[in-house]
C-alpha cells in the first residue's frame, strides 16, 4: 500500500468534514463561522466588525453563565494611537562616499511605526549577529561593540544551545531595551527566510496596515526606537555591499549553528518616517465564573484567546475564530462545574498588533494583579489534523505542564515539547503578556510527528494561509477533533482551579524572575 500523502489526506480531512456533526462540534463551528464571516471584515482592532464580534462574544458569555467582570459590563474598553506610514513623504537611504542610495519600501525593506513623524535619522551601522544580550547563558553579543548612536544590524534567530522559551523572550521587546542601553538609536532586522513563518512577499504587501501602540505610556513598548526596518535578502545584499560578507554567508552560519561575526558597515542609514496618527478605541471581552470556595475564590485562572485579526479581507478562522469559539464553548462547559478557584474568560484586542490588549489586561487588570495565579492560551492551535497529540508550548517552564500533561495523558492524548523553538512560538502570543507580570502560562499546538503526512498538512497550512487569505470558512477542519481538544483544555482548567497549590515557576525557569 501507498504511503499517504497530504493531498490524501486533505481528501480524507474534507470527506470527514462532511460528515453530521455531533452537537458540540455544530456549536464550535458556528462560533467560528460567525467571527470569521466576510461581514466581520476581518475584525481589526478598533474596526466596526471588531466591535460586533465583541458584543456577539459578549453575548455568548452572558448565556453560558459568566458574569461580567467590570462594573461596566463585559467590555474592557482600550485606547490605541493608530499610525499609518505615507511612503511618498518618507525615505530610507544608504550613504556612501558621497553617493545616495534609495531602498525601496516593499522590495528591500518595511519600516516600523516607530519614532517622530517627520524627523530625520542618520547613523552608522554595526552589525552585530543576532543582537542578543544573554549573559547568565554565556552569550552577549553587544559585548565589546560601541553602539552609542549607532543603529543596530542584526539576524532574527539564536545560537541553538539557549533554550527555546529564553531565546524567544531575548528576541521580543527586551532585545530593544538592551540595545538602547547600550546606546543604539535604532534597529535593523534581517529576518532569516528559511525560520520566519510568513514570505516575505506576504509581509511586504501588508505593509501599510496600521499599527497600534496602547496610549498608555508605560506599557509602550520601543520607546527611544528612533527608526526600526526589517530588510528582505535583497534589502540585506545592499546593506552588506562592501562589507566583506553576504546573505548567504550569514545564513549558512546560522544554520550550521556557527559563531556570527561583528563588524561595522561601511554605508550610513539615513531615514525620514511621516505617519498618519488617528486616536481609536477598540474593545477586551472579559467574564468570570465565581469559584465557589471561600479560601480560593479570590484567585483567578484565566482562560484567554485574541479576538481581533487584519482587517479586511482576512477573515482569520483560525487565527483565531477558532480560539475564541473554544473560550465560549469551554464557558458553556463550566455552567453546571462548581470549581474552587475563580475563572476569567477573556478574548483580548490588539494580538496581532502585539499582545496590546492582553498586555493592558495583565498590566491593569480588574483583580488584585497579585491573585492571577495560571493563563491558558488560545491562538490558532490548528485543528486540522487527528489529535495524535499536543504541542504544549511552556510545558518545561513551570509545573503548570506536569499538571496538564497529567490531565491529557490520562484521557489517552499525549503531550510533547515545543518542537520548533526558533519559531519563537511562546512569547509571539497573548500569553506572553501573563508571563511578563509573572504568571504561569501555557499555549497549544496539535501536535504532528516530523515526516508524517500530518505534518506536512501543518506546514502547508503555515506556508499557503497563515496570515493569509485563505484562513477562511473554506479550509478543512477537523472540528470533531477541536471539541475533544477544547474538552481536554477545560478539565486541565478545572484541575488548575481546584488544586490546594498554585502553579509554580520551575527553578531552572528563566521566568521565574517576573514574580512580583
Known amino acids: 500500500m501507498r504511503p499517504l500523502t497530504s493531498g490524501v489526506l486533505l481528501l480524507a480531512s474534507l470527506a470527514l468534514a462532511e460528515a453530521p456533526l455531533s452537537r458540540e462540534a455544530a456549536d464550535w463551528w458556528s462560533h467560528v463561522r460567525f467571527l470569521a464571516d466576510e461581514q466581520l471584515e476581518g475584525r481589526a482592532s478598533g474596526s466596526p466588525g471588531h466591535l460586533r464580534a465583541a458584543e456577539y462574544v459578549a453575548s455568548q458569555f452572558r448565556a453560558a453563565g459568566l458574569k461580567p467582570l467590570l462594573p461596566s459590563g463585559y467590555l474592557q474598553p482600550v485606547e490605541f494611537r493608530s499610525r499609518k506610514l505615507v511612503e511618498p513623504q518618507s525615505s530610507v537611504e544608504l550613504l556612501h562616499q558621497g553617493q545616495v542610495q534609495r531602498l525601496a519600501f516593499g522590495d528591500d525593506l518595511i519600516l516600523a511605526k516607530l519614532g517622530t513623524s517627520g524627523a530625520l535619522v542618520e547613523g552608522e551601522i554595526v552589525f552585530i549577529g543576532y543582537g542578543l544580550h544573554l549573559p547568565e547563558v554565556g552569550h552577549d553579543d553587544l559585548a565589546g561593540v560601541d553602539l552609542k548612536g549607532k543603529i543596530a544590524f542584526f539576524v532574527s534567530g539564536s545560537p541553538k544551545r539557549i533554550p527555546g522559551a529564553l531565546a524567544a523572550h531575548a528576541q521580543s521587546s527586551e532585545r530593544w531595551l538592551a540595545l538602547r542601553a547600550a546606546g543604539a538609536i535604532g534597529t535593523i532586522t534581517f529576518a532569516n527566510p528559511r525560520t520566519s513563518d510568513v514570505p516575505w512577499a506576504r509581509v511586504a504587501a501588508m505593509r501599510q496596515m496600521p499599527s497600534l501602540q496602547l496610549t498608555d505610556p508605560e506599557l509602550q513598548d520601543g520607546a527611544g526606537n528612533r527608526v526600526a526596518v526589517s530588510l528582505s535578502p535583497a534589502g540585506a545584499e545592499k546593506l552588506l555591499a562592501g562589507s566583506g560578507h553576504t546573505v548567504e554567508e550569514l545564513l549558512a552560519l546560522a544554520e550550521a549553528d556557527k559563531p556570527m561575526p561583528k563588524f561595522p558597515l561601511a554605508a550610513k542609514l539615513r531615514a525620514k518616517v511621516t505617519f498618519e496618527e488617528t486616536a481609536i478605541a477598540s474593545q ?117 505542564g506536569d499538571r496538564f500533561r497529567a490531565v ?89 482551579a481546584d488544586q490546594p497549590a498554585r502553579p509554580q515557576w520551575k527553578p531552572t525557569s528563566f521566568f521565574k524572575r517576573f514574580v512580583q
Request: aromatic share 6%; hydrophobic share 40%.
Open 284 to 400: 477586551n471581552v472579559a467574564g468570570i465564573k465565581r469559584g465557589s470556595d471561600p479560601k480560593l475564590r479570590d484567585e483567578y485562572v484565566v482562560l484567554s484567546a485574541h479576538l481581533d485579526h487584519l482587517g479586511k479581507g482576512f477573515n482569520g478562522a483560525m487565527d483565531n475564530a477558532s480560539g475564541v469559539a473554544s473560550l465560549i464553548e469551554i464557558a458553556k462547559g463550566l455552567k453546571s462545574k462548581k470549581t474552587k478557584r475563580s475563572v476569567i474568560v477573556l478574548a483580548v484586542t490588539g494580538e496581532e498588533n502585539g499582545l496590546l490588549g492582553s498586555r493592558y489586561f495583565a498590566n491593569r487588570p480588574p483583580v488584585p494583579k497579585k491573585n492571577l495565579i495560571a493563563d491558558f492560551n488560545m491562538d490558532m492551535f490548528l485543528p486540522l489534523v487527528p489529535l495524535k497529540g499536543i504541542m504544549l508550548l511552556g510545558l518545561e517552564e513551570s509545573d503548570l
Open 408 to 496: 491529557s495523558t490520562a484521557r489517552g492524548v499525549p503531550v510533547v515539547a515545543d518542537r520548533e523553538p526558533l519559531r519563537r512560538r511562546f512569547i509571539r502570543s497573548d500569553q506572553y503578556s501573563f508571563i511578563r507580570n509573572g504568571v504561569p502560562s501555557l499555549a497549544f499546538k496539535f501536535d504532528a510527528t516530523p515526516g508524517t503526512p500530518e505534518d506536512q498538512v501543518m506546514k502547508d497550512w503555515t506556508r499557503d494561509r497563515y496570515h493569509g487569505v485563505k484562513d477562511n470558512l473554506l479550509q478543512p477542519v477537523e472540528k470533531e477533533e477541536a471539541v475533544k481538544f477544547v474538552r481536554i483544555l477545560q478539565a486541565a482548567i478545572e484541575d488548575t
